[in-house]
């Protein structure tokens, strides 16, 4: 269905709201995104052993600025090897990159925020330099919860109910939810179009100024009404998906290995899809299907595996 902009009167208490953004809005947050990716893949690429947590979270903060961004929700995060999966974290001082340097072998994964003319992106690029067997199953398995969070938030489940889930499909697969260890707990936030007031640019404990303004704003508002703008798993979560944009990132970790996606999904007053499916790890789950597929075909008597389907999103293990 087409979203629907938002129009007519104030919304009642209790009633959800209706879905805020027109396709031109979705255009532009979709391009955000594409960017924010982007920059990510260049310092991907970029990367190599003996590089430190410091400077890659430097480096992908250079390429957004040159790419046109001038604020940020909040600052560029870089985590390697084992602090991809947040081990030992105690504190969220020790989410801000650190000394650690890139080994052969470590996974990694670039966080990023941009904010262009109010329009937010947040997104999760992960990774691995050389071969690590571990990461290529965690990867493998990631695909089956890009879709089961779709599906759930599409039936409309309480949001709460969506997070336990993803927990149950975690223990299924022999993981550890990560996504637990970030602040409140959170597996997403709604993303709004940043108001211009405060000052651009400027950061206080790791967030936009604005971003800091407008989710007070936001966090105020929605618990009148019975919702929160945070994602969790407590009771401030139990209750439908708010129509919106909604910033997503499971993230799982099995010992010293870390990996997630975070990207947006689009909420409507009946339906979920996901923005954008032209992202690197939905292409690199394609491309591994159709590798094995094509060797299932080549070997007698074996049958070909399903292929992620990422917009009709049934689940799906690559």
């Known amino acids: 269905m087409s979203p629907k902009s938002m129009t007519g009167p104030k919304t009642p208490p209790g009633k959800p709201p209706r879905f805020p953004f027109d396709e031109r809005d979705l255009g532009r947050f979709r391009e955000v995104q594409q960017l924010a ?3 990510a893949g260049r310092v ?3 990367l190599e052993p003996g590089v430190t947590e410091r400077q890659a979270a430097g480096r992908l903060r250079h390429e957004l600025v040159s790419a046109g961004v001038g604020d940020f929700f909040h600052v560029p995060f ?3 090897g084992d602090r991809t999966a947040f081990r030992g974290f105690r504190t969220p001082l020790q989410f801000f990159p650190s000394a650690r340097r890139l080994a052969e072998g470590m996974p990694f994964v670039l966080d990023c925020a941009p904010v262009v003319d109010g329009y937010t992106a947040d997104i999760g690029y992960g990774g691995v330099v050389g071969e690590n067997p571990i990461w290529e199953r965690l990867d493998a398995d990631l ?3 890009r879709a089961l969070i779709v599906g759930e938030v599409r039936a409309r489940k309480p949001l709460n109910e969506v997070y336990a889930a993803v927990d149950a499909l975690i223990a299924r697969h022999g993981y550890d939810n990560r996504h637990r260890v970030y602040p409140g707990r959170v597996i997403g936030h709604q993303v709004t179009r940043l108001s211009p007031r405060g000052p651009a640019g400027a ?3 790791g967030f936009g100024v604005r971003t800091l303004q407008t989710l007070g704003r936001e966090l105020i508002s929605e618990r009148l009404h019975g919702r929160s703008p ?7 979560s139990r209750h439908a998906p708010t129509p919106g944009l909604w910033a997503v990132e499971p993230h799982i970790g099995f010992r010293g290995v870390g990996l997630k996606f975070e990207e947006l999904l689009v909420v409507t007053e009946d339906d979920a899809y996901w923005l954008d499916d032209d992202l690197p790890h939905v292409h690199r789950w394609r491309e591994r299907s159709a590798r094995a597929a094509r060797s299932a075909r080549s070997t007698p008597g074996a049958a070909a595996g399903p292929t992620p389907d990422t917009h009709e999103q049934e689940t799906v293990t690559p």
């Open 143 to 145: 695909a089956e919860y």
């Open 78 to 80: 870089a985590w390697f």
């Open 203 to 205: 950061t206080l404990f």
């Open 37 to 39: 990716y982007a920059c």
């Open 44 to 46: 991907a690429e970029w």
């Open 230 to 236: 945070l994602w969790a798993d407590g009771r401030s």
